[in-house]
């Protein structure tokens, strides 16, 4: 019986994190607008490499010379290294060019499409190169 008592915490902790809500995967449609495509240029601060989604960090440099800090949400980091994206491709401090849409709540976050680096070469960071985005359909 005292062995049983003894498990008793053990056991409330793994309900009570079974019952901690995990990030919900989200349709493109639930949280991005089609009809406010964005065109950034500007410098990578960072790169997550998480599930679902990778996240690329960067700072935008305005008309007026400020700067604002945008989040670009790409594919997993699975179909990023199918398709040869690795770790080391994409450092702090390289300037890129991402293509995408905007958050539907307006914020300075979007769903990348096409990033371009340095020498010109384009990679798709979206979730499904196959496919189509809600302007192509």
């Keep these: 019986m005292i062995k049983w008592l003894a498990l008793c915490p053990i056991a409330a902790c793994l309900i009570a994190v079974g019952a ?16 406010k495509p964005v ?3 500007g410098t990578v601060t960072k790169m997550e490499w998480i ?10 440099k305005n008309a007026d010379g400020t700067v604002t ?7 997993s980091p ?3 290294l199918r398709r040869g994206f690795t ?28 990033l371009t680096f340095p020498d010109g070469k384009k990679l798709f960071i979206g979730s499904n190169p196959d496919e189509k985005t809600p302007d192509e359909k």
């Design 20 to 35: 901690i809500p995990a990030w919900a995967h989200h349709s493109f449609a639930a949280e991005f607008d089609p009809s």
């Design 78 to 80: 699975n179909s990023l």
């Design 39 to 41: 065109k950034l240029q």
């Design 87 to 114: 770790k080391n491709s994409l450092q702090a401090g390289t300037e890129i060019v991402v293509e995408g849409y905007q958050a539907k709540d307006g914020a300075n976050r979007a769903n990348g499409r096409d």
């Design 69 to 75: 800090s945008w989040m670009i949400e790409g594919g």
């Design 51 to 60: 599930n679902p989604h990778s996240w690329i960090h960067m700072d935008v």
